[in-house]
């Protein structure tokens, strides 16, 4: 399991998990990479496993990639992460990344 923090600009206008979710529902249908599987959990069309999302009060963005699959999992995750930083990297001032 990988977590991933990505906490905003200070000067944002949108959050990025609203930037994110917009992202989502704009590309819906048109071959993106990631859809939404529930509420709060994304699914890629290539990779087993999912991305589970959430955003905290103070706007910090946590995204937890997981899977069975130890290499899904890793493939995942880097695909996020490319996924997040191409339609919200603006948006973000620091991305950490917890191994566990």
């Not at 994110?20 to 590309?27: F, G, T, V």
């Not at 997981?66 to 493939?75: T, W, Y």
């Not at 695909?79 to 603006?90: D, N, V």
Request: net charge positive.
């Amino acid at each position: 399991m990988k977590l991933i923090q990505a906490n905003p600009k200070q000067d944002n206008s949108q959050t990025i998990f609203s930037a994110l979710n917009a992202k989502e529902r704009s590309l819906r249908g048109k071959g993106t990479s990631f859809s939404k599987s529930n509420k709060n959990r994304w699914k890629h069309v290539k990779f087993s496993g999912w991305v589970t999302v959430s955003n905290t009060s103070e706007n910090i963005l946590f995204a937890k990639a997981q899977s069975k699959s130890v290499i899904d999992e890793g493939k995942i995750f880097e695909a996020f992460i490319g996924y997040l930083t191409r339609h919200c990297g603006e948006l973000i001032d620091t991305l950490t990344i917890y191994y566990r």
